[in-house]
């Protein structure tokens, strides 16, 4: 079956980076799209961009295009998201989700909780 | 960026009672290729989301059939026949139609 098992919680001071990652299993890598979407604590969800692994395509949304980087590792089935110059407002859990062949968002990740605080 | 508001932001119903939620959307999200990208997701409490609906009106697998979406163009509706403890949450509208992909703010559905 699809698993995304993500990496574990994070602890950053402000003005940092945090790299999270998302590993795949149960299904060819290649053949969906994979996003990443955040939740700050209490609030809604925040569509942050979409990779494409196939076409080695990503593209992010226009608020986080200048801080974030999306990466894929086709030989680990892995999909990376790293945030930098962090600030309280980034204190999110952070999802991936994966299409399928209907529509958006099919499959979810348990997500990583990453706190910013000094 | 297509707005979509939610409506009610909370939802308390009675057990075994019918509730309701609607959203709309600031843009018709009817694609060119004809789809409409339209999805409803539940949030269980300490969860992460899960999709019910795709497409306006297409159940995901697993999903009761109690769970019904309807609607077209900016107005969409997310039907509860009965509602039963487990369905307490939080439930979100998307729309995939247009860049970028955009989600209601949330209802919060909780028992009387």
């Known amino acids: 079956q699809v698993q995304l098992v993500q990496s574990g919680a994070e602890v950053k001071k402000p003005g940092a980076s945090v790299k999270i990652s998302c590993k795949t299993s149960?299904?060819?890598?290649?053949?969906?799209?994979m996003h990443w979407v955040r939740q700050a604590p209490g609030q809604g969800l925040e569509w942050m961009g979409i990779?494409?692994?196939?076409?080695?395509?990503?593209e992010y949304a226009q608020k986080f295009r200048d801080r974030v980087t999306m990466t894929m590792d086709t030989s680990t089935r892995t999909v990376h998201m790293e945030l930098s110059s962090l600030r309280s407002e980034d204190t999110a859990v952070y999802y991936c989700?994966?299409?399928?062949?209907?529509?958006?968002?099919?499959?979810w990740g348990q997500g990583t909780l990453v706190t910013v605080s000094s | 960026d297509v707005v979509m508001t939610q409506s009610p932001l909370s939802l308390p119903v009675t057990l075994g009672q019918p509730a309701s939620i609607s959203c709309r959307s600031s843009?018709?999200?009817?694609?060119?290729?004809?789809?409409?990208?339209f999805n409803w997701f539940q949030q269980r409490p300490g969860q992460s989301p899960r999709r019910l609906i795709y497409?306006?009106?297409n159940r995901d697998s697993g999903v009761p059939d109690r769970f019904s979406g309807s609607g077209s163009g900016t107005d969409f509706t997310l039907k509860i026949s009965r509602v039963e403890a487990e369905d307490i949450g939080v439930y979100y509208c998307?729309?995939?139609?247009?860049?970028?992909?955009?989600f209601g703010q949330g209802t919060k559905l909780e028992i009387k």
């Open positions: 989700t994966r299409d399928d062949k209907n529509s958006w968002f099919a499959f």
């Open positions: 149960g299904y060819t890598f290649t053949s969906y799209f």
């Open positions: 990779v494409n692994p196939s076409a080695d395509v990503i």
């Open positions: 843009h018709s999200l009817v694609h060119s290729d004809g789809n409409t990208y």
């Open positions: 497409k306006v009106s």
């Open positions: 998307m729309q995939g139609t247009h860049w970028p992909y955009t």
